[in-house]
């Protein structure tokens, strides 16, 4: 690009003022304050805009009042364009013109066409004034390349217009502190919605609950209902059992009847009597009828009453007459055994009398007790014999002794004395000796009395020889005495005994001579007893049979009763034989009689055959029975219905029924049991209830979906957010990346730019420096000698020249890329004279490919070739 | 014997990847988790099966879901009902830490405890089978519980239930274990999950993940199911059978546009072409011969999915993705060298930048997670690569 004419409506001190320019080298010159700066600024404000009017000193408003602005015609590939800039806002009124083709450009089309350059660029690479050249000292490497990058790579703008757009999209998708873009939207409805879902997540917390509190609702509803089926079974039983109620108290009044006798009353048993009783009836009708008849009859025969008695009575009488002559007999017997009994009886009384003073005879004796006692009085009379001769004998020997005793009496011997003692000693136990009891100790009593007796009068009276004769004769004595005691020991032994047996048979007061006369009494008197009873038996018997005879003829002829035997018997044999004369004749009254026998034997048996079955039936009359047979009918049919009751009640039902007292009681029990189904039923309804409030609030969580929707949506939102934050990540680093990529490429140019600074270094200087180095933070250049020097080390007319080198290379190498022209606007103020000239030459061989506008206050710039503008003109 | 192996059921988890679902579809989608789930429980009933094993990922515990449990409930009553016992063992994603349930499920389930146990059951035919197995306590379980599992019982026959992975060596969260472990317990069928892509890891006995019976994402394509293994001659055979609603497929498809309009219209010619025989949720790439003259926008896919329901509803496609792709142009900018966009490229393509760039969306948990996928950043240059094109694309037309 280069430019061909400015023209200045108005600009500072310039006022309708034009330049053509040429497209090399052109040299403007003019002295200070002719406006030099005010040019270079024209060209900045007409392509990049005026300054704004806070900064006054920089607008460059004309002070004569003129149009402020002006145009510039320029050439950007090989199309002309102008731009006119007047006054106006936003840097001023631009219109654009492409003068090539007469088209009329949208003034927004300028900075595109200036593209990359822009008024930093510009400025600061382009521009080049005093102070200026300066400025490139600080400048880093880093900033050097930020320049390179800028304008540096060959469609550069191109992709920073498009990193922009990337940037500008990306923008619109996400800015880390922004709220509009669609991703920070995007995150702010993440958070909402991650906030509902929590929400919505707080019901699963309440389902369980739910399904935890309908688990356990449903374990109490199953055992209520389980509960009330068993309380409706119970109830439904308590009603039924209420409702047969009065037919188990029907059944317990018939079940509380006291069963009757109930044998031999059923109907065969009443046909039977039936038949009996119409069949006595019908005899008795017969026999009454016979009996008139009869009567009829007699009344004709002129027949005693007693024979008219015996005709009614003929089957009782006739055995009777049998039995006459044995009657007869019977009656003599009697009078007899009467006759006999009374003999007897005086001949036992009169042996009573003897024997049986206290009232009862004296038993006889056995075989035996006679032989004893004969035997025992035997002896007795033995043992009296001898006795009596013991005491003749001992009579004899006292007398005999009476004589011996004077002599005695002269010798009174103690011993004698002694021998009294002894003696009376033995007979006092001697005589002692009979009391006491039992013949046996009596006996021993004796003998030791003997004993003692003997010794005294043997041993002791034995001692004198004077009187042995009267000791033989009082041993004498004394022997007999002993044999007398004896005797009469065993007289008492004897008696004793007989006593015993007299007393054992009742012989107690009869002495023992006259036992045998007893004896003979008493058997007599037990024959006679004997007899008696004999006697009094058959009469017993015999009387027997009379009285059974009375008693026949009493009941079969009533008109006999009373009478004494004998004459009974005799109207009894006249009766026999008035009998016999009558039946001997055949007469209608026999025949009657028979018929009225018969009759009466066949009324009889009926009457009995009924007395027969009422007796067995424990009843006296027919009506009773008929009664007994109507209760018990009666009796069938409440048992029948009885039955028919228990039946129907049941055997459960009947136990059932009987727990209960009355029906108040059992009614009682069924509502309670009716109140306790009404409660269960109304616990059952509220739980049941409580179960489908339950289950609709499940239902509500379940089929709500909420949850499921605001995943999903969650889901398609993060979705979404991944593809915008893909896109914008994407969109950045596509921008990085070309950034990245311009800066690689521009990176490669700054060689080229140094070597070509260096060159031009090196002939600005006039080879005194040979290379420039680019370094970290800033540049470093070599002289000649191989040295190298910081830029500030260097003399500012030689950095001054360095920076001109390095904005001459830049502007060299970029012409590539970018055309756009060098305006140094007394760049070389400081410049010596041999360097000034190195620099016009520079100058006029870069005028060669790069438009220069050089503003020189050096009127010897004549000597460079060029298009030359002095501004005095 | 006869009894269905499931597994990683994931009830009521939303499905992701999906920008936009017409309503038509959502009600679908949502529930598709719970018609999967409830045709293999059908199948359960319709063959009177003697047992339903499931591997574990029956839900997810974060998701929180009240519709997935109560449809657990329901489906087990169900079975309960049929008398057929179903044997459960939790795995990282329905892991037994949360002690929430409160409410057991119907007593024919039977849910493993963190130890290894094992469960005898005995048929109708009399067969007694052995199940052994555990429930994850926790979300990950980094070590091999093989140890653990009984050799083969004095059964008839004996299962092993495993939510797990084969072991990698580096980082394993998953029951790690070998298929020579689980040979050696010389059980007649190991019914694995945990790997939502169905795939034999042995022939005979079956070592096999069952998958999940429902797609969920776009990495989930293909015929979603579960087994029914039936003993064969002695032998335990599986047979696949399929249960997903909605498939996902990610079809490659050369188209020849040049122009979005033309893709436009191809891209409906292919569906009405290529219907599908259930709700399919296709993420298409498109391969073009040459590049499209006019750049795709973001919302261009919206747009289409606007215009284009009626053609999506009838070939039962639905495209929730349409990438396109053009032959590989180098990137020779006009003016700049190759050298430097490479230079550019490692500067920018590294992690550092590409992290601080992330910034403060890492603070958004789904967008880290996006982020840290690997998959994530390689995707991002191939994007930026896609932007220079398109880029350059208008350079030339530019240019011409």
Known sequence: MYLNQLMIYGFGKFHDRTFDLTTGLNVVVGPNEAGKSTLTQFITAVLFGFPTKKHPELRYEPLDGSRFGGEITFTQKQTRYLVTRTDGPHGGTVTLRDLTNALTLPSASLPHLLEPVDEALFTSTYVMNEPRLGTVFSASKQELIDRLRHVGAIGSDFWLNQAQTLGKQADELYKPQGRNPILNQQLQEHQELTAKLAKAKAAYGTYWDFLRQQETQRQQQGVLQQKLDQQRQITAQLERQAASWPTFVQWQQLAQRQPLTTTGFTRKDATELERLTSRTTAMAASLKADQNKLQRLQQGAKVTPLFTQYLAATTQVDPLFEQLTT??????????????????????????????????????????????????????????????????????????????????????????????????????????????????????????????????????????????????????????????????????????????????????????????????????????????????????????????????????????????????????????????????????????????????????????????????????????????????????????????????????????????????????????????????????????????????????????????????????????????????????????????????????????????????????????????????????????????????????????????????????????????????????????????????????????????????????????????????? | MKFIHAADLHLDSPFLGLTTLPSSLLATVRQSTFAAATRIFDRALAEHVDFVVLAGDLFDRSEQSVAAQAFLFQQFQRLDDAQIPVLISFGNHDYAADQRQAVAYP?????????????????????????????????????????????????????????????????????????????AKRYDYWALGHIHHRQLLNEQPPILYAGNPQGRSINETGTKGAYLVTNQQGKLVPEFFETGVVDWETPIVQLTATTLSELSEQVATWLADHPATKPTLTAMTVELGTALVESISTDWLSLFQKTHQRQMKASQRFVIRLDVTAPAVTLVAPQLDQVYWDQGATTVFTTANEEQLFGKLAQNPALAAWFEQPATRARLQVLAEQNLRQVMGEVGHDVS
Not at chain 1, 503 to 526: F, H, K, N, R
Not at chain 1, 599 to 612: D, G, I
Not at chain 1, 820 to 848: C, S, T, W
């Open chain 1, 327 to 873: 009657v007869k007999a019977a009656n003599e017997t009697c009078n007899q055994l009467r006759a006999n009994q009374r003999d007897y009886q005086q001949r036992a009384t009169a042996i009573e009398q003897q024997y049986a003073s206290t009232g009862q005879m004296p038993r006889p004796f056995s075989l035996a007790t006679h032989q004893q006692v004969k035997r025992l009085q035997k002896k007795l009379m033995a043992a009296n014999q001898k006795r009596r001769q013991l005491q003749q004998e001992l009579n004899r020997l006292n007398e005999d002794y009476r004589q011996a005793q004077p002599t005695r009496r002269q010798h009174s011997n103690p011993l004698a004395d002694k021998q009294l003692g002894w003696l009376a000693a033995g007979l006092v136990i001697l005589i002692g000796a009979m009391f006491l009891p039992g013949t046996i100790f009596k006996l021993i009593g004796a003998l030791c009395g003997v004993a003692i007796g003997y010794y005294g009068v043997f041993i002791v009276d034995g001692e004198t020889p004077a009187s042995r004769q009267l000791q033989d004769l009082t041993e004498s004595i004394r022997d007999i005495q002993a044999q007398l005691r004896e005797g009469g020991q065993q007289e008492d032994a004897l008696t004793n005994q007989l006593e015993a047996v007299g007393d054992s048979y009742g012989l107690g007061q009869i002495p023992v001579e006259q036992w045998s006369a007893a004896q003979t009494a008493i058997g007599e008197w037990e024959h006679l007893t004997q007899q008696l009873q004999q006697t009094a038996e058959q009469l017993t018997a015999q009387t027997q049979t009379i009285s059974d005879f009375q008693i026949a003829i009493d009941q079969a002829l009533p008109e006999l009763q009373h009478q004494p035997l004998t004459n009974v018997l005799q109207q009894l044999a006249g009766l026999q034989v008035m009998r016999q004369a009558l039946g001997s004749q055949q007469t209608e009254l026999t025949t009657v009689a028979d018929d009225l026998q018969r009759t009466q034997h066949t009324l009889r048996q009926t009457q009995q055959a009924e007395e027969t079955f009422l007796r067995t039936r424990n009843l006296t009359t027919v009506d009773d029975f008929y009664r007994y047979y109507q209760q018990i009918r009666e009796q069938d049919n409440q048992l029948a219905q009885q039955q028919a009751l228990a039946s129907q009640l049941g055997v459960t039902m009947r136990t059932a029924l009987q727990q209960y007292a009355t029906q108040a009681e059992l009614i009682g029990v069924v509502q309670q049991a009716q109140h306790q189904q009404q409660a269960l039923q109304g616990q059952l309804d509220t739980l049941t209830t409580s179960l489908a409030t339950l289950a609709g609030q499940l239902d509500q969580l379940t089929a709500s979906g909420t949850q499921a929707v605001l995943q999903q949506k969650l889901a398609n939102l993060e979705a979404r957010m991944t593809a915008t934050a893909q896109t914008w990540l994407a969109n950045n680093l596509t921008r990085q990346w070309i950034a990245a990529t311009l800066a690689a490429a521009s990176g490669d140019r700054l060689p080229q730019i140094v070597t070509q600074a260096s060159e031009f270094y090196g002939k600005l200087t006039e080879n005194r420096y040979t290379e420039i180095e680019l370094t970290p933070n800033t540049l470093r250049v070599r002289l000649a000698t191989g040295e190298w020097r910081e830029v500030s080390q260097l003399s500012r007319g030689t950095a001054e020249q360095l920076d001109l080198a390095v904005k001459l290379a830049f502007a060299v190498i970029m012409n590539q890329r970018v055309g756009m022209p060098l305006v140094i606007d007394d760049g070389l103020v400081n410049f010596d004279e041999h360097r000034r000239q190195a620099a016009y030459a520079l100058l006029a061989e870069i005028g060669k490919t790069v438009q220069v506008i050089f503003l020189t206050a050096d009127v010897t710039v004549n000597a460079i070739a060029g298009n030359l503008i002095r501004l005095t003109d």
């Open chain 2, 107 to 183: 007593t024919n389930v039977t849910t493993f405890g963190p130890k290894v146990g094992t469960k005898t059951l005995t048929l109708v035919s009399g067969e007694t089978v052995s199940v052994s197995g555990f429930s994850y306590p926790e979300r990950w379980v980094t070590t091999d519980p093989m140890a653990d599992f009984p050799d083969h019982a004095q059964t008839d026959w004996h299962i092993g239930l495993l939510h797990g992975a084969v072991a990698t060596g580096s980082v394993d969260h998953y029951a790690p274990f070998t298929i020579d472990e689980l040979l």
